[in-house]
């Protein structure tokens, strides 16, 4: 089975810190994606990639950056968190187009 | 307008009651997914379908491409099944479009 891994179930920071939230998955999955969920709103994509050092914006990239220097890791970066940035965070991976996405267990940031 | 349309929005049901959830969405797509997500946050993909019909268990899924309307129908309802069940449309890329989810509580 494959397997999405964040690395953090809770996280607390304070307003201006840089947080990086990691995903790992161990399938040679080529696309990841960072998703955050907010009550009422459902999923949002932040940004996917679809290939070591290849990122695409999703529709909420403002105030978050990415990095994927190897294929297994994606890792999300809040440059500067505020307390809107205050959600779950899910990554997910799938191998190819027309594949069924995995999620890891969601990483719940709160800013303080 | 939200593109995914889930309904309804909670649903508390009786242990072995037949359940339908509906999905509507407004443009056209590749594929439809189910999902499934326990208290705790985990999301499980149940079904991904492009039309007709799959069966896993006491799960069904159905899509008509021509009315953009899929339904998850599960028999024999169980406490378990209580989850939040969220549908989203994939068009013609990787990303997916999701719907608000659906509050599912079965109570024995």
């Known amino acids: 089975d494959v397997k999405v891994t964040q690395s953090s179930r809770y996280l607390v920071k304070r307003t201006g810190e840089k947080v990086f939230l990691e995903c790992v998955q161990d399938?040679?999955?080529?696309?990841m994606f960072w998703y955050r969920q907010d009550p009422g709103l459902g999923l949002r994509l932040i940004y996917f990639?679809?290939?070591?050092?290849?990122?695409e914006k999703g529709d909420i990239p403002e105030g978050y950056s990415v990095s994927r220097e190897k294929k297994e890791r994606f890792s999300l970066i809040l440059e500067s968190a505020s307390t809107n940035q205050t959600s779950m965070y899910l990554c997910?991976?799938?191998?190819?187009?027309?594949?069924?996405?995995?999620f890891g267990d969601g990483t719940r940031l709160s800013i303080l | 307008k939200n593109e995914v349309e889930q309904s309804p929005q909670n649903l508390t049901a009786q242990e072995g009651e037949f359940i339908t959830i509906n999905c509507s969405y407004s443009?056209?797509?590749?594929?439809l997914h189910w999902l499934q997500q326990h208290p705790g946050g985990g999301i499980v993909s149940l079904f991904m379908?492009?039309?007709g019909k799959k069966k896993h268990g006491r799960l069904i899924a159905t899509i008509n491409i021509q009315e953009k309307h899929s339904s998850l129908h599960i028999t024999a309802s169980h406490p378990r099944d209580s989850a939040v069940y969220i549908c989203?449309?994939?068009?013609?890329?990787?990303?997916?479009?999701f719907g608000k989810g659906m509050k599912l509580t079965v109570n024995p």
């Open positions: 997910a991976s799938t191998k190819q187009y027309g594949q069924p996405q995995h």
């Open positions: 990639s679809y290939d070591v050092k290849m990122k």
């Open positions: 443009v056209g797509i590749s594929a």
């Open positions: 379908l492009s039309s």
């Open positions: 399938m040679d999955h080529e696309n």
């Open positions: 989203a449309f994939q068009g013609g890329s990787e990303k997916l479009v």
